[in-house]
Nanobody, 128 residues
Framework: EVQLQASGGGLVQAGGSLRLSCAAS????????IVWFRQAPGKEREGVSC????????YYADSVKRRFTVSSDNTKNTVYLQMTGLKPEDTAVYYC?????????????????????WGRGTQVTVSS
């Protein structure tokens, strides 16, 4: 059974940091790209970052470049999203999702309805 579990969210002050984790089971990172999405109240789901272990592909939305870093630990089947310099506009529920690696990070981040698997979200709240 395929499972994705996002964790690590919380309440942090502006300028602070959080590290989200996405633990995966039931499939190999060699076969899938992992995409981080977020959704704020009243807004559309946004692709934030992506890592495609098989080809080294990485993606960051312009809004998070130079602040967020995505990485993976394949020994633990876990993908991390290190978030620094957090801003109130980063407040959202963050989700991780998996899509077959051939899809590519750039397209995956723009097509949340094409993901193969989703994890439950984790809330990130940044206070001003």
């Amino acid at each position: 059974e395929v499972q994705l579990q996002a964790s690590g969210g919380g309440l942090v002050q502006a300028g602070g940091s959080l590290r989200l984790s996405c633990a995966a089971s039931g499939f190999s990172f060699d076969d899938y790209a992992i995409v981080w999405f977020r959704q704020a109240p009243g807004k559309e789901r946004e692709g934030v970052s992506c890592i495609n272990y098989s080809d080294g592909g990485l993606y960051y939305a312009d809004s998070v470049k130079r602040r967020f870093t995505v990485s993976s630990d394949n020994t633990k089947n876990t993908v991390y999203l290190q978030m620094t310099g957090l801003k109130p506009e980063d407040t959202a529920v963050y989700y991780c999702a998996a899509v077959e690696r051939a899809y590519g990070c750039y397209d995956a981040a723009r097509n949340y309805n094409h993901m193969d698997y989703w994890g439950r979200g984790t809330q990130v709240t940044v206070s001003s």
